[in-house]
């Protein structure tokens, strides 16, 4: 029940739309700290009523009894832990199997329609094929499929050594001259303005990847956190069942 009315307030606190909603690190602490309250609740009230339901040791050292409901109230919360951990390992195996099938039925596809070993090739592989065959003149006869194909490869092998190459540059200008007419000049304009906004898209991934980093850390801290808590309270919560329980003849 509490695990349902996070997962609702934290949906209603999130929104699709640019800068509204909560921030990705709001919203994983706000998970975080929600976490530990259900750890805390849920695990308290297991092992109270652990300690509370066990039958009661006749001549027994009370410390003896001290700790052995401790440890129920310990096993109750590992219990609990394991369970949900299969539930949820069962879940993201389902999702995993989904996503593997669909992977291998495109690419299944894609290998039945290639047509060619140059379709199957890595992308450093077909940049290389692309330097070896090409000419001192871009071909303008050339389908507009094949020049943004080669034109794409031109730019991630760019952004994978981290600066294209000059030659790249100029071939790409002459490409750009040859099929629009534009002048020499602006067609390099043109390359170098593609090439800088290239650069800033793959930066703005970086930084979403970095959030996304940051995050996933927060979230694994809290989930440790929480945890530790859990097993902590639930040891506690079954000590005190188990002292009120012994307190009645």
Do not use: C
């Not at 509490?2 to 919203?27: D, Y």
Request: charged share 15%; glycine share 10%.
């Amino acid at each position: 029940m509490l695990l349902a009315l996070a997962a609702g307030l934290g949906l209603a606190s999130v929104s699709p739309w640019r800068n509204a909603g909560a921030s990705p690190v709001a919203f994983t602490i706000s998970a975080g700290i929600s976490l530990i309250v259900i750890q805390w609740l849920s695990s308290g009230l297991g092992g109270y009523v652990t300690g509370r339901l066990r039958a009661k040791w006749v001549a027994t050292h009370t410390d003896e009894v001290f700790f052995r409901d401790t440890a129920h109230g310990f096993l109750s919360w590992a219990v609990a832990s394991v369970i949900g951990a299969i539930l949820l390992g069962s879940a993201v195996t389902s999702a995993i199997g989904t996503g593997a099938t669909a992977a291998a039925t495109v690419a299944s596809g894609a290998a039945q329609g290639a047509g060619s070993a140059a379709a199957q090739m890595l992308p450093s592989q077909q940049y290389s094929l692309d330097t070896l065959f090409r000419g001192t003149k871009p071909e303008a006869a050339a389908s507009n499929a094949d020049a943004w194909a080669e034109t794409a490869r031109l730019l991630a092998n760019g952004l994978l050594a981290g600066e294209m190459p000059a030659a790249d540059k100029a071939y790409l200008a002459q490409m750009v001259a040859t099929r629009t007419g534009l002048p020499p000049a602006e067609a390099q304009k043109r390359v170098d303005d593609a090439i800088a906004q290239a650069k800033a898209t793959e930066n703005a991934a970086r930084q979403a990847a970095d959030v996304a980093r940051k995050s996933a850390s927060i979230a694994a801290i809290f989930t440790a956190l929480a945890m530790l808590i859990g097993a902590f309270v639930a040891s506690a919560a079954a000590a005190l069942g188990g002292n009120q329980r012994d307190e009645y003849e």
